[in-house]
């Protein structure tokens, strides 16, 4: 994570950094072993298999629904019901939140932003702040049950007690990403000011 914030490496070669240092730790601890990495590889697969399939089936929808001209229905709706923009990024939270209980956050982003974006440039909001915005609601849904993926990854790590006990405690965590959500709601400038000091 440090050598990503500090522009050293992309998240991609942070991950390949990653599993190297995990094959030292392995070694180091003595469970390097052909079984070990047979199951890795295949839990890798299954893993990958299951994302791309969900992405392709997205990319499958997104061109159904721009074909049948959805988006620009959908601009058109909100322009005629006359919805402010404060009301439409309320919902978008809303929106997201329950979303997010239920998808994995790639398939949610590649399924609902080419339809939601186009709706939030007509209304007038910021296309930075929408995306910091969405940024957090995809943190949010992470640690949001029943689906949220870093609940069962803090889950396989603990190894005891039921995952009841995992959800109750990410408890604080969700209300600080939602209160968070609501400051930039409320103050927006915060999250404009330094891309519009830098361009």
Known sequence: MGSIYFGWATPTE??????????GLAGFYGALSFHMLHEAFLSTMRTTALILLIIVAAFFLNFVVGVLGVPQAMTKFVSEVGVTPLTLILVLFVFYLVLGCFIETLSMMVGTIPIVFPIVV???????WFGVFLVLMMELALVTPPVGLNLYVVQGIRRQGPVTDVFVGVAPFVL????FVFVIIAMPGLVTWLPRLMY
């Open 14 to 23: 942070a991950a390949a950094v990653g599993v190297l240092a995990a094959f």
């Open 176 to 179: 600080t990403l939602m209160a």
């Open 122 to 128: 007509h209304m007038g909001i910021d296309p930075v």
